[in-house]
């Protein structure tokens, strides 16, 4: 089977489908997400938070991106990887393409995520020559937490004039799809009307071209609050920890493993030898 590329997503997008994007973070993960269905993996810098436990995305590398997209990428044939660029590693030109190279040639995958709008414009057209595809995000940028706050984006004056300026920054660059995250939905279905290429939401309503979700929220991996932007389709997280009481009761119990856990040998024979 051939991996999904940008054009097919294009392909989806024309033909008026709206498709989903998930995150993943390892080879088993993503195994499970191509088994779902789901065209569009996302190797986030979110991965700074759920899989090493960092309390923002600023401190995850582009080493941590290829390592996971690695897994990612043995973990699945079909479904197009995109991985993250960093906080700052992309704030020159050169970084940029440094950054691209690794998470494209090392990670293997398909094409790039980065944060801004006008301001990146520029690079987003330098790697789009290049050969990497890049995804855009705008909205809440979460390596901009710093400057614009933990809060939905688009509402004081000027900002939704902003926001659309920048997504036409993004696609006359080059960009192929754009993330949108914690925008107000009738903004959001603006800035999609707008564009020809597809948007992809995340807390920011359901006129999008696509949706983005982050593994751990949807699969009800933490037991912390659930965020207006999420829902849990499953309560894995509750399950694993009965699963995990009953092998420990099981265990001091005595009860597991079982004669079918178990591999046989003569006795007979055994004792003879260690006799
Ligand atoms: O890192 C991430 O998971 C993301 C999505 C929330 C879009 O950037
Ligand atoms: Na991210």
């Not at 706050?149 to 004039?161: C, E, F, N, P």
Request: proline fraction near 5%; charged fraction near 20%; charge should be negative.
């Amino acid at each position: 089977p051939m991996r999904t590329t940008t054009r097919d997503i294009a392909r989806l997008h024309a033909e008026g489908r709206r498709f989903t994007m998930v995150t993943a973070y390892d080879y088993t993960s993503a195994r499970l997400a191509e088994r779902a269905g789901i065209p569009l993996i996302l190797v986030g810098d979110s991965l700074g938070m759920v899989m090493l436990g960092h309390d923002s995305t600023l401190p995850v590398t582009v080493d941590d991106i290829v390592h996971h997209a690695r897994a990612a990428v043995r973990g699945c044939e079909t479904p197009l990887v995109v991985g993250d660029l960093p906080f700052l590693t992309y704030a020159t030109t050169a970084d940029a393409i440094d950054a691209a190279r690794r998470v494209m040639a090392e990670g293997g995958c398909g094409s790039v995520k980065i944060e801004g709008g006008r301001t990146v414009a520029g690079t987003v057209h330098t790697l789009v020559d290049a050969g990497v595809p890049v995804m855009g995000h705008l909205g809440f940028t979460p390596q901009s937490q710093h400057t614009i706050g933990l809060r939905v984006q688009g509402r004081d004056t000027g900002a939704a004039r902003r926001l659309v300026e920048d997504a036409l920054a993004l696609q006359d660059a080059g960009a192929w799809s754009i993330v949108l995250e914690l925008v107000p939905a009738p903004l959001a279905r603006e800035v999609t009307a707008r564009l020809d290429i597809p948007t992809i939401g995340i807390g920011a309503g359901p006129h999008t071209s696509g949706e983005v979700q982050v593994w751990h929220d949807v699969l009800g991996l933490f037991d912390a609050h659930v965020p207006r932007h999420t829902r849990r389709f499953a309560t894995l997280g509750d399950q694993a920890v009965e699963a995990l009481q009953a092998l420990a009761a099981e265990v001091e119990a005595g009860a597991f493993p079982g004669p079918e856990n178990s591999a046989r040998m003569d006795e007979d024979a055994l004792a003879a030898e260690l006799a």
